[in-house]
């Protein structure tokens, strides 16, 4: 009875403390990390936007009026509601280059679809496509947390050319 009296020792009243503060800092390491994942996986995904828009922009503009061009000798874009670039996209979803994700045209963007209805498609004065481009991905570590996905959109421009200016 005398033992359970007596006062305790510096080291039995810090049993287990240690523990504690590994917990803590396992937890504040696994945040920094999710952190530094995610946050690079969205610069890349935002990055992969921008480069999809520009080549579906680039993809656009090569669909000269061939007629006006040999006719006015003047470079024209032909209004197609932005089939090219629609097709460019999906080709490159197909192929499997789209990492984490899929893109598709931003369908509020534009007005080069019928009736000229937003497509994601904007021409612009005679010889200019601007081109705007969702891509949706999910995070690696924060979906753990039912984060879901995550949309970025980026525009890319392009300006067609011929060989005769």
Partial sequence: MR??????TRAEREQGSVSFILIGWAILLWVLLAVVVDVGLAISQRERAA?????????????LNLNNLR???TVAIVKDGCERAETYLTNKSVVGTVHYGSASLDRTFGNEGPADGPDGCRLGPGDT????????YSPLIFNIFGVGTITVRET???TAQSGTQ
């Fill in 156 to 158: 890319g421009t392009a």
């Fill in 3 to 8: 033992a359970l009296l007596r006062p305790r």
């Fill in 71 to 73: 006719t006015a000798g």
């Fill in 129 to 136: 496509v601007t081109v705007s481009v969702d891509l949706t």
């Fill in 51 to 63: 480069d999809l828009a520009d080549q579906a922009a680039r993809a656009e503009a090569q669909n």
